[in-house]
Each structure stands twice: as structure tokens, then as C-alpha cells.
């Protein structure tokens, strides 16, 4: 299958240490790696090794920090014709505490680069794509882009990570809603279900991630369902796990599997990948 993620490729730059630091503490870095990251790259690299056929329409900068990010999407296969160049600005840098004593990540993020618009889209055959995922972001464009895909019949999933004013009037747009706990907390909610059974639209299909709790889904019908999070042994790594969940529930949509089904493969592949560093080996067949 054919897809396409709309969003951000970042430079991550992990410090790995043995605790979370307090305020003004100095400590020594257990190891750094410097590695591509941004939310909607991550997913396509999990799809691309699931076997799908993935393209990333974003926006690079023309400076020696883009030249990670490009070599490991073209080792994971991704298109990036839809991409377009931008001569000024800084590539997005996220820099990452990740601690060994928990496994939590805590990000500090730096941007100075525009949004992929919806022009640059409007230029990209949608039909030819099976599907569509955007990234939250770019509320002042993401409304005409999903509003492309639809013109074009392309199924499409939307990812809500973070409140951004005027996001709410976009949920009826996309075919499936992909929720974080932490938009479901600024919504002051408590609990997953709770949540996708009063703040998300009728008859969309809508996850919601809860992190070690595992995850919860509102059919179309309405019907709230829970899946336990599949905890790996230790807890390694879990930045982009999120992502890796969303990555889980398109791939098993696009297979033909049913949403709960979509919900336990998401959660699986998740737990996977906290057991793990990076997103390398999260191919296999559906469980």
C-alpha cells in the first residue's frame, strides 16, 4: 500500500543518562546519539519496514543538519519527491533526555523553518495514495490539506498530540482520530475513555494512547474498547513510542483488520519498541 505522511522530520539529539537531572544539576551523559526524529517520519519508518510503499511531504533545510535525516529515510526507503527545499531557517532540533532509571524521555525543541503548506500539497497526486496521515500541526493549512484528501477519496488519519488553537473544528475531516494522553489531559480528562466518549465527533474512529495503561479506541459505531499496554520485559526507550502505535493501527486499517484488531496490533508494536533502542526490527506479521 501507498502512503503518504504530511509533518516534520526533526534532528534528534539523545543524551542518555542514569536519572533525570535536578534543577541545576550537573550530569554525565551516558552516551549521545544523533538521530532523525519527528513525529510523522517516525511512523513511516515502522510503515516502510511493515512492507508499505511511504513518501514525506515536508519541508527540508538546505544546511548540513538536514544530511541525517535524509540518508536514514532514503535507508528506510521513504519518497521524498514531495518534499520541498527551503533555503533559510535551522532543521528542527529536538534535544532529549532520556533516562536510563525510568526510560522517560523529556524534550526540549527548537524550530526556525516553515510549515509544509497547503500549495505544496495541492501538487502532490493524492489518488495515486491509499493513505493520507497528517501531523496536528499548521492548523492555518491543515484544514484545506485535509480537505485535499478527501477531494481526492484517499483515506486519511489524523494525529492530535498536542492542543493548537482551532485544531477541535478539524475532527470531522480526517477518517481516523489519533489522540496523546497529553491532548486528553489539556482537555482535563483523566481517563482515556472518558475522553474519546465526550470530546471525540460521532461516527469517526478515534485512539487514544495512555501510555503504560496501553490504549483505548471509540469505533464509528460508538463502542468504547480498552487494550492493555504489551510491557516488554525492561523499559529501554520510549521516545516515539506514540508514534509507533499510530504506525500500528494504519498498518493493520490498510490490511483490512478491524479497529479493535488495529488497537491490540498498535499496542503491541509499542510495547515493542520501549523494550528497544531506535525503530529498527518493527517488521513481522500481525498478531
Not at 551516558?30 to 511531504?57: E, F, I, K, M, P
Amino acid at each position: 500500500m501507498r502512503i503518504l505522511a504530511v509533518g516534520i522530520a526533526t534532528l534528534d539529539i539523545i543524551n542518555r543518562v542514569s536519572h533525570y537531572p535536578q534543577e541545576d544539576q550537573e550530569v554525565r551523559a551516558l552516551d549521545q546519539r544523533r538521530v532523525r526524529g519527528g513525529n510523522a517520519c517516525n511512523t513511516l519508518v515502522v510503515l516502510s519496514q511493515r512492507g508499505h510503499d511511504c513518501g514525506w511531504a515536508g519541508v527540508l533545510a538546505d544546511e548540513p543538519d538536514s544530511q541525517p535525516i535524509l540518508d536514514d529515510l532514503r535507508a528506510h526507503h521513504v519518497d521524498l519527491t514531495p518534499c520541498i527545499h527551503h533555503a533559510g531557517g535551522k532543521v528542527p532540533t529536538s534535544y532529549v533526555i532520556l533516562s536510563t532509571d525510568t526510560g522517560s524521555r523529556t524534550i526540549v525543541h527548537h524550530r526556525d523553518l516553515p510549515e509544509y503548506p497547503a500549495a505544496a500539497l495541492a501538487r502532490v497526486d493524492l489518488g495515486s495514495y491509499d493513505w493520507v496521515h497528517f501531523e496536528g500541526r499548521n492548523v492555518e493549512q491543515l484544514g484545506a490539506m485535509l480537505q485535499q484528501a478527501r477531494a481526492a477519496g484517499v483515506r486519511c488519519s489524523l494525529e492530535v498530540e498536542k492542543p493548537r488553537p482551532g485544531i477541535e473544528d478539524l475532527f470531522g475531516l480526517p477518517d481516523l482520530l489519533l489522540f496523546s494522553r497529553i491532548y486528553a489531559r489539556h482537555r482535563g480528562f483523566g481517563r482515556a475513555d472518558e475522553f474519546l466518549a465526550e470530546a471525540a465527533p460521532a461516527g469517526v474512529e478515534a485512539y487514544c494512547a495512555w501510555g503504560e495503561e496501553g490504549a483505548w479506541l471509540r469505533d464509528a459505531d460508538g463502542d468504547v474498547r480498552h487494550c492493555p499496554a504489551f510491557a516488554p520485559p525492561r523499559i529501554i526507550d520510549t521516545l516515539g513510542a506514540g508514534d509507533v502505535f499510530n504506525a500500528g493501527v494504519i498498518d493493520a486499517r490498510l490490511r483490512g483488520h478491524d479497529a479493535g484488531q488495529a488497537l491490540s496490533h498498535g499496542c503491541r508494536l509499542a510495547g515493542r519498541k520501549c523494550g528497544q533502542q531506535g525503530f529498527a526490527g518493527l517488521d513481522g506479521e500481525l498478531k
